[in-house]
C-alpha cells in the first residue's frame, strides 16, 4: 500500500513539474527533479496501474471464491466424529448415522473418499485420469455434503495414501515387488512406494477434487511403508527416487514421508481445508519409527491436525505401563497422552490432537486378553482424553455400527484435571530443561571444533614460515 501511495505523490510531482516546465520552458532547479524528470510519464503509470491491477485480481479472486462457495461448513470448537464407509454413505446406513449424530454430542464425520483399497468411493466425471478408480457407492457426493450442512456436521475427507492395491495393480513400477509379482502383505493387500512422486501426485489430485467438492477437511491414512518394511527392504525391487542416495533407509523413509506431508499441504493451501494425518500409537514411544517412515514430530509440524490411532486393543501387553491395555481402556488412553504431550512440547508449531479411540471389541486378542466394548468402555477413553486435557476424538468401527447412549461429553473428575495441570506444567519445565542441556552440549561441541580448527590452521602457517 506504502509503494502504491509513493507512487502515485511521484506521478503527480512528475506531472505538476512537467506542466511548470512547459508553461516556463526553464530546465529543472535540482537534481532528484531531474531524476524523475528522466522516468517516463507512461512507465510510472504503468506502475500503478499493474498494482491496481494486481490489487483488483486478488479482490475479484477472493470475491470469485466466495461465491462458488457450495457448501459453508463451521468447524466445531471440539471435533468429535465418527468413521463412515464409502458404502455407507451411499445407503441406509447413512441417515441413521445422521440420527446418531442428530441426537448425541458428535459433531463430524470422516468419509471414505479413496479408500483402503485404492478405490475412488464416487464415480468422477468421464473425462478425469482416474474414472477407471471410481465405484458407486457414494451416488451422489454434492447431495450428501447438502445433507451435512443442513445438519450442522463437519465433513472430512479420508484419503488412504499408500496401502493401494489398485494402483499397484494397475502400475507395478510404483509399487514393490518381489521378484516380477506385485509384493503382497499376510493380508494380500499391496502397497504404492512412497518414494514415487506419481504416486504423490495421484493422492493429492484426489484430494484437491474432494475440496473443490465441498470438504471441509481432508484426513491422509496410511501415510507411511508396510508394516515391518525395515525387514523386507532389500527383498524387494523398487524405485528410490530422489531419495536413493540416503546412506540411512530407516532416515530416507521418513524423509520421504514428511516431504510429502509438506507437499501436501502447501498443495491444498489454496482450497482453504484443514489437513490431518493419522500416525501409528506407538510412534510416541519411540525416538523415530523409521521402518514405515513415521516420525511424529516432523510429520506433526506441518499439519493442522494429528490423529494417532490409540485403540487399546492395538497395544501389546505392558505397553504403557499397562498390563492388559484392552482390559483397562482409560489407563491406556491416558498413559498414551503422556507420552503424546512430551512429543508435542518437541515442535515449534504442534498441530490439534485428535485421536482415533475404540468401539469395537477385539476378540481375536483370546480369553482373558480383550473384554467386549460398549458404552462404559467409549466414555472411559472420551474421559481419560478429556481430563488429560485433549478434546477432540474419532471413533472407530470398520462396519459403521457404533454403541448407543453413549455420552460424548461425560462427567469429569475435577481432581484428575487439577492434578494433570500440575502434570503439565513440571513436564513443559522438564522438556525445556533437556532442550537446555541439548543446546549447551551442541554449542560447546561446537565451540570446541571451532577451537580445534583455528589450532590446525595456527600450526599450519607456523610450518609454512
Not at 442428530?102 to 468411493?121: E, H, P, Q
Not at 514415487?196 to 491414512?221: C, P, R, S, Y
Not at 498414551?336 to 485421536?355: A, N
Request: charged residues 35%; hydrophobic residues 30%.
Amino acid at each position: 500500500m506504502l509503494k502504491k501511495i509513493y507512487s502515485i505523490i511521484l506521478l503527480c510531482s512528475v506531472a505538476g513539474f512537467i506542466l511548470g516546465a512547459c508553461a516556463s520552458d526553464q530546465p529543472t532547479s535540482s537534481d532528484k527533479e531531474q531524476r524523475e524528470e528522466s522516468v517516463p510519464n507512461e512507465v510510472q503509470q504503468n506502475e500503478i496501474t499493474d498494482e491496481d491491477a494486481k490489487e483488483e485480481k486478488e479482490s475479484a479472486k477472493k470475491e470469485n471464491e466466495k461465491q462458488e462457495k457450495e457448501f459453508n461448513f463451521e468447524k466445531p470448537e471440539s471435533v468429535r466424529g465418527l468413521y463412515v464407509t464409502g458404502h455407507s454413505a451411499g445407503d441406509e446406513k447413512f441417515n441413521r448415522l445422521i440420527e446418531l449424530i442428530g441426537n448425541t454430542d458428535l459433531n463430524a464425520m470422516v468419509i471414505d473418499i479413496k479408500d483402503d483399497f485404492g478405490n475412488i468411493t464416487y464415480e468422477p466425471d468421464k473425462k478425469s485420469p482416474f474414472a477407471s478408480f471410481g465405484k458407486p457407492y457414494i451416488k451422489d457426493p454434492k447431495k450428501m455434503l447438502k445433507v451435512l450442512e443442513e445438519h450442522n456436521i463437519y465433513p472430512i475427507a479420508r484419503v488412504v495414501v499408500f496401502k493401494d492395491s489398485v494402483l499397484a495393480d494397475e502400475n507395478p513400477e510404483l509399487s514393490f515387488r518381489n521378484g516380477k509379482e506385485v509384493w503382497r502383505n499376510g493380508r494380500d493387500e499391496a502397497f504404492v512406494n512412497p518414494f514415487q512422486k506419481d504416486v504423490w501426485e495421484h493422492n493429492l489430485t484426489i484430494a484437491k477434487e474432494a475440496a473443490e467438492m465441498g470438504f471441509a477437511e481432508i484426513q491422509f491414512d496410511y501415510v507411511r511403508f508396510p508394516e515391518g518394511f525395515e525387514n523386507k527392504a532389500d527383498d524387494l525391487s523398487y524405485d528410490k527416487g530422489d531419495y536413493g542416495n540416503k546412506e540411512n533407509q530407516e532416515e530416507g523413509r521418513v524423509q520421504a514421508i514428511t516431504d510429502f506431508v509438506t507437499y501436501a499441504k502447501e498443495e491444498l493451501e489454496p482450497y482453504d481445508v484443514d489437513i490431518s494425518v493419522d500416525v501409528f500409537g506407538y510412534t510416541v514411544t519411540v525416538p523415530s519409527a523409521g521402518g514405515i517412515g513415521q516420525d511424529i514430530v516432523t510429520i506433526g509440524e506441518q499439519i493442522d491436525v494429528l490423529s494417532s490411532m490409540i485403540y487399546p486393543s492395538h497395544w501389546g501387553d505392558g505397553n504403557l505401563d499397562v498390563a492388559k491395555p484392552d482390559l483397562d481402556p482409560y489407563q491406556l488412553i491416558h498413559n498414551y497422552v503422556v507420552k503424546e504431550k512430551e512429543k508435542f512440547l518437541q515442535m515449534d508449531t504442534p498441530p490439534i490432537s485428535r485421536p482415533w479411540i475404540q468401539d469395537f471389541t477385539a476378540s481375536w486378542l483370546g480369553s482373558g486378553n480383550y473384554k467386549k466394548y460398549g458404552k462404559e468402555e467409549v466414555e472411559a477413553q472420551i474421559r481419560a482424553l478429556n481430563e488429560a486435557g485433549v478434546n477432540e476424538f474419532l471413533l472407530w468401527n470398520a462396519s459403521n455400527n457404533y454403541t448407543e447412549n453413549v455420552d460424548y461429553t461425560p462427567e469429569l473428575d475435577e481432581e484428575v484435571v487439577k492434578k494433570v495441570k500440575k502434570e503439565d506444567k513440571e513436564l513443559k519445565k522438564e522438556i525445556e530443561q533437556k532442550e537446555k542441556e541439548k543446546n549447551d552440549i551442541e554449542r560447546k561441541d561446537d565451540e570446541e571444533k571451532a577451537s580445534d580448527t583455528t589450532e590446525e590452521e595456527n600450526e599450519t602457517e607456523k610450518g609454512e614460515d
